[in-house]
């Protein structure tokens, strides 16, 4: 394959770079970088870490289930992950008899590994530069044309990329707009779970320590990919063999100091770091309060019913999980940026922009127009977060708000019978799957509590029309008891939760009674009163918002030639590096920059649902049975250390190298005092918690008794 010789322009180019920022191309590093990195203390070369033609690292490095990252560790495809980016598998294979989730899993050979339905894995190929081809078929289009056309020309790239070789392709936007990258990847789906701790272990925390540091928790789960005997990708088979990857990671065990080089791989998802100040004030004052206003009621209705029955907790313990885990983040990310004033140092560098772009017609005018497309959307942003945070947080009415689907076909002239039958298969697929991971005493008080909400907090203009006539029915309006009643009385009628009415309407389906459902009325008068009345202003002010941030990144480009930049995340494979450091985070505080399994203990709590422990984790405690896991300098297993380096959601799971590149560690969270980090990264404060190795072999070895796994390791 001939090396591919991307843009000049966007090595060379203007960043807001300092210290340890910079979620870097790896294919792209540049000599600049690249000699950073050597002068941080990496051991290895440009070729080692991507090539095109060899085998490197970024060939052990993977897209895990579409949302995380995980590394190949053996000859055999066993993959590391985090524990809460195999927590769907793990809950799904659980039940109250086989509680994976609750005691953890180990197979101990290859016959014990469970089927991970519905999972996947993918590789990274190769990256194409297609700009030049992009700009052209988009000169001279802006908004929706230009959004159109890149759909069209995006599908046309995609397919002549990947016709006949069985892989899939994205076309993805660098520097917002100003770059287009071809990422070509090979998928996998027979993915196995190996092993993973008690949730005790693996969870150790909860939400109290989520994005704290010190952090005590074993975030780690195994699993394995297979291929056809053939070697390619296929669907589940019992005659498929463990995957033979090109490369696979050494494991260290040898330790780390203060002050060592770390270096982590992985799929970044979002940041946002040119974000405009009107976009940051927005944020701040509307946006995450509002989220974390609604996530806070759904959590706490949703543990009222998951406290008291072990069964009702595993069924909602993915979905609790997901929302509490960036619960938190938004409320911290708000706190950060009003912390450091965020929004003061983004006008100040605007205004600086904006004394550059006098007199340049093309960049000149471009702050009045973000001034403008702000406030026309403002008014709306608390409606839209309602919906998605509040009315459809709820399982029944996301579920219900599917059904649309079924009304468009019941409605249709003339009625197409084939698309009847597969729509009315689809959503009695999509209503059992909902049915195994719902709750519906504690949906029902969601619903109570956010249509609520949702009438007290909403400009009652956007209310729909007539709905909350029909609740006033129930009573007072600004009575809570009112919502209850009326949710109360959903959940009671409906079809949807009536296995009877249910088979009776998908053999009969009418679009009367679909209608009349109370479950359905209340999901389709929410969404259509925004579709028709507001969506359109959300359209127009990402479209319009979309060009404005391409001009003034280009904008920000030739007013600083000559700087490295890096582009904002996007789920696309990137690398960081920087030291295992410890931190002062405030005045006359000191955060070391370990913690280890002695703290683990400090924190137990007996029978406490987020610090409770396994029996047999405390008992090879007290035994100081180590093994070859032990911190030498410290007599003591290392659970989790900290890092300076720069990442963000996506990076779960992402390996930590060393200098020389074996693994010594899982990235999982970021610290509390940074959480700005997706607009702003602070240079001081910014810390990546990170599951050391030792302690994710310690569980698998001492605790699993899984030794079969460690044998297959490479350990340093």
Same mark, same amino acid.
């Given at each position: 394959m001939k090396k591919r010789i991307l843009s000049l322009f966007f090595v060379l180019v203007f960043s807001f770079a300092r210290a340890d920022e910079g979620m870097w191309l790896v294919y792209l590093l540049g000599e600049q970088v690249y000699n950073d990195m050597v002068?941080?203390?990496?051991?290895?070369?440009?070729?080692?870490?991507? +090539? @095109?033609?060899?085998?490197?690292?970024?060939?052990? @490095?993977?897209?895990?289930?579409?949302?995380? $990252?995980?590394?190949?560790? +053996?000859?055999e495809g066993l993959i590391f992950t985090n524990h809460h980016c195999g927590y769907?598998? @793990?809950?799904? *294979?659980?039940?109250? !008899?086989?509680?994976?989730?609750?005691?953890?899993f180990y197979a101990k050979s290859k016959t014990e590994e469970i089927p991970a339905k519905g999972m996947f894995v993918q590789f990274l190929v190769r990256i194409d530069d297609v700009t030049a081809q992009v700009d052209e078929a988009l000169k001279g289009l802006t908004g929706m044309e230009s959004a159109t056309k890149l759909r069209a020309v995006s599908a046309e790239i995609v397919k002549k990329a990947t016709d006949g070789t069985g892989y899939e392709a994205r076309l993805v936007p660098m520097f917002k707009g100003n770059q287009h990258l071809l990422f070509v990847?090979?998928?996998?789906?027979?993915?196995r779970l190996v092993g993973a701790p008690a949730?005790?272990?693996?969870?150790?925390?909860?939400?109290? #320590?989520?994005?704290?540091?010190?952090?005590?928790?074993?975030?780690?789960?195994?699993?394995?990919?297979?291929m056809s005997k053939e070697g390619k *990708?296929? !669907?589940?088979?019992? #005659?498929?063999?463990?995957?033979?990857p090109k490369y696979f990671l050494p494991v260290s065990i040898k330790g780390f100091n203060d002050g060592d080089y770390a270096m982590i791989y992985g799929y970044p998802g979002s940041t946002n770091r040119y974000e405009t100040s009107f976009g940051v004030k927005l944020k701040t004052n509307v946006e995450n309060p509002a989220i974390v206003n609604l996530r806070d009621i759904r959590l706490k209705l949703m543990f009222e019913e998951m406290r008291k029955d072990p069964a009702v907790r595993l069924r909602l313990a993915s979905n609790y999980a997901s929302v509490a885990n960036y619960w938190k983040f938004f409320d911290g990310e708000a706190k950060q940026l009003l912390k450091f004033d965020t929004y003061g140092q983004k006008k100040k560098e605007e205004e600086k922009f904006n004394t550059w772009a006098k007199g340049k017609p093309e960049y000149e005018n471009i702050f009045k127009q973000y001034e403008k497309i702000y406030q026309d959307w403002a008014p709306y942003t608390k409606h839209r977060i309602y919906l998605n !945070?509040? @009315?459809?947080?709820?399982?029944?009415?996301?579920?219900?708000?599917?059904?649309?689907?079924?009304?468009?076909?019941? $409605?249709?002239?003339?009625?197409?019978?084939? !698309?009847?039958?597969?729509?009315?298969?689809?959503?009695?697929?999509?209503?059992?799957?909902?049915l195994e991971s719902s709750n519906h005493a504690s949906d029902q008080k969601i619903v109570?509590?956010?249509s609520h909400y949702f009438h007290r907090d909403i400009d009652p203009s956007q209310h729909p029309t007539g709905f909350y006539g029909i609740v006033s029915a129930y009573g007072d309006l600004n009575d809570e008891a009112t919502y209850k009643k009326y949710a109360a009385d959903l959940f009671s009628k409906t079809m949807l939760l009536d296995d009877t009415k249910w088979s009776a309407f998908l053999a009969k389906p009418d679009s009367t009674t679909l209608q009349k459902d109370m479950a359905y009325q209340y999901s389709s008068t929410f969404s259509k009163n925004y579709a028709t009345k507001y969506a359109s202003y959300a359209t127009n002010f990402t479209l319009?918002?979309?060009?404005?941030?391409?001009?003034?990144?280009?904008g920000v480009i030739a007013m600083n030639p000559g700087k490295v930049m890096y582009p904002d995340a996007n789920f696309t494979m990137r690398t960081s590096f920087g030291n295992v450091k410890s931190y002062h985070p405030r005045d006359a505080v000191f955060y070391d920059y370990v913690c280890t399994l002695s703290g683990v203990m400090e924190k137990y709590k007996p029978g406490d649902y987020e610090f409770d422990l396994p029996a047999n984790l405390i008992e090879a405690y007290n035994k100081k049975d180590f093994g070859q896991y032990k911190d030498a300098k410290l007599n003591d297993i290392v659970v989790a250390f900290i890092t300076t380096n720069d990442i963000t959601g996506g990076n779960s799971g992402s390996p930590v190298l060393n200098a020389k590149g074996e693994l010594i560690g899982l990235a999982f969270d970021g610290n509390y005092e940074a959480l700005s980090h997706k607009i702003a990264f602070d240079k001081d404060l910014n810390r990546t918690i990170c599951v050391d190795v030792r302690y994710v072999l310690w569980c698998i070895d001492k605790l699993g008794g899984a030794k079969n796994i460690i044998q297959e390791l490479t350990l340093k």
């Open positions: 002068k941080r203390g990496l051991k290895l070369s440009k070729e080692q870490l991507y +090539s @095109i033609n060899k085998v490197s690292i970024k060939d052990a @490095i993977i897209i895990f289930n579409g949302g995380c $990252t995980g590394e190949i560790v +053996s000859p769907d598998a @793990i809950a799904s *294979a659980s039940s109250v !008899e086989h509680n994976y989730l609750r005691d953890g990847y090979e998928r996998f789906r027979d993915i949730e005790s272990v693996g969870k150790f925390g909860g939400d109290t #320590d989520n994005w704290e540091w010190p952090r005590h928790t074993g975030d780690f789960s195994v699993f394995r990919v297979y *990708a296929a !669907e589940y088979s019992a #005659d498929n063999v463990p995957l033979k !945070e509040g @009315i459809f947080g709820s399982p029944l009415i996301a579920f219900s708000a599917s059904l649309g689907a079924m009304e468009r076909a019941l $409605t249709k002239k003339p009625i197409n019978a084939d !698309e009847l039958q597969k729509v009315s298969e689809s959503l009695d697929k999509a209503r059992k799957t909902f109570a509590a956010t319009q918002n979309n060009d404005l941030g391409k001009a003034y990144l280009k």
